[in-house]
């Protein structure tokens, strides 16, 4: 069954990066494209950005343009997302989301907490 799985969120300081992974499994990876959002405390999840099959297409949203990079290995069936420059706003639970003959698959998320 289709399966994602995503690491590397923890607590950082305000200016700090954090680099999560989605693995992924059940699926032929490399054929669809990815999504990461997030959910901050009291609010609607969000998309934080897309990335292509093949990873030619990438887009973000306006929070994280130049601070946030979407990259994905299809060898290791892996998605990542390197935030950079975080701050306080940053503090969500952050999911990856792939989206298969019309249905959305998650993942349980990742805690990110950003604060000194």
């Known amino acids: 069954q289709v399966q994602l799985v995503e690491s590397g969120g923890g607590l950082v300081q305000p200016g700090g990066s954090l680099r999560l992974s989605c693995q992924a499994s059940?699926?032929?990876?490399?054929?669809?494209?990815m999504s990461w959002y997030r959910q901050a405390p009291g609010k609607g999840r969000e998309v934080a950005g897309s990335?292509?099959?093949?990873?030619?297409?990438?887009s973000y949203a306006d929070f994280g343009k130049g601070r946030f990079t979407i990259s994905r290995d299809n060898t290791k069936n892996t998605v990542y997302l390197q935030m950079n420059s975080l701050n306080p706003a940053d503090t969500a639970v952050y999911y990856c989301?792939?989206?298969?003959?019309?249905?959305?698959?998650w993942g349980q998320g990742t805690q990110v907490t950003v604060s000194s």
């Open positions: 989301k792939t989206t298969l003959y019309g249905k959305n698959y």
């Open positions: 990335i292509s099959s093949v990873g030619e297409k990438i």
């Open positions: 059940g699926f032929a990876f490399a054929s669809y494209p």
